[in-house]
């Protein structure tokens, strides 16, 4: 069993930055390819950023030069740093755990970008 849970949200200026972390309870964290998701508000849910166990990381090109993920096997954390925020970047982010026999989801923290 894997729980998940985000930090880090809030109000930023655009152009500004801030640091999302998702701290994962469980022994198999090392093992979960963990990855980055939001949802605008009328929209679906759509991957941001992901990074496997041994560091691989992907991201989707909206994001690419702007954004960081990151993961600390010894704090069981992964990180979304988010640089030169845009107001499309406003979104509840959701972080997923993609473990060998599951996958696991936190609950969600909202993001605004906003002037």
């Known amino acids: 069993q894997v729980q998940l849970v985000e930090s880090g949200g809030g109000l930023v200026q655009p152009g500004g930055s801030l640091r999302l972390s998702c701290a994962a309870s469980?022994?198999?964290?090392?093992?979960?390819?963990m990855g980055w998701y939001r949802q605008a508000p009328g929209k679906q849910r759509e991957l941001v950023a992901r990074?496997?166990?041994?560091?691989?990381?992907y991201y989707v090109e909206a994001v690419k030069g702007r954004f960081t993920i990151s993961r600390d096997n010894a704090k069981n954390t992964v990180y979304l740093q988010m640089n030169s925020p845009k107001p499309e970047d406003t979104a509840v982010y959701y972080c997923?755990?993609?473990?060998?026999?599951?996958?696991?989801w936190g609950q969600g923290t909202q993001v605004t970008v906003s002037a």
């Open positions: 469980g022994r198999t964290f090392s093992s979960c390819a």
């Open positions: 997923k755990a993609d473990c060998p026999t599951r996958a696991y």
């Open positions: 990074i496997t166990g041994g560091g691989s990381t």
